[in-house]
């Protein structure tokens, strides 16, 4: 599965200022100098006119310039990647490299250096699905709040309120963006959309990612250590994870997630 990734910012052109635009825009003909901060016009195929912003990456004395992608939908993507790759492991690369020890056991031996790459990368893919999800969750939070969005609330016995940038900073949390500061904002909008069951999961996985991130070393002995929290992350419905994610982001703006067929 893949979603559709969108352009950001992706604003619409009225067809007069568009060709008005065009006619007075400047092609570059050489990368010295140029801008990071390029505007692109596009006309899609529905004939919508569109301002983008474009991005140049340099590799070998070359320059290539693309349309510069929504965050949300690239981290989203990301860990779409990482969770069917692990899948893909698991699936195809432990019967192939596992050894039959007993009557449903099979062993992937240590290979040069202790370990075994194909339990490595279903496990390093596993994390990264579990990292990225939540950091297309952390965009998404941000990016969904207007600049002009007041959020309301109490701390201790009085009321305060928090402007964009207070939203964006340690002064709200995760689990407060998440569930109230975007229950005030559907309010503001006149949806009545229910997020609970997303909220339960989405807040669930973000422990579980905070853990992986910031992985402790504490415990009785070495061979305690990170156990606890690899068999979270293991055990883990990435898929059902993704879903409820994709599921969470439409609630708040309807068709935001489009699947690509």
Known sequence: MKIKVQPYPNLKVEPKAFEKVTNEAVIAKSAKPLSTKLLMLAEFKTREKRLLHAHPIKHHNKTYISVFPNPVHLFLNSAIEHFEYSEQIKSTNFPKCGKQVGEDIYHLD????????????????????????????????????????LYKTMRGKNTKTFNKIDIESTKVNFNEKLGDVIKQYLHSINSNADLEKEIKLISNLNKIRNSIIHLKTNAENDIS???????????????????????????????FIKIQI
């Open 110 to 149: 240590a290979e040069e250096g202790g370990t075994h790459a194909c339990y490595n990368s279903y496990l390093q893919n596993r994390c990264g699905a579990v990292i990225m999800l939540v950091s297309s969750v952390e965009a998404f939070l941000n990016h969904i709040v207007p600049n002009d969005f």
């Open 225 to 255: 250590v990170y156990i606890d929290d690899f068999e979270k992350m293991l055990g883990l419905d990435l898929q059902k994870c993704i879903q409820t994610v994709i599921s969470y982001m439409n609630k708040v703006e309807p068709e």
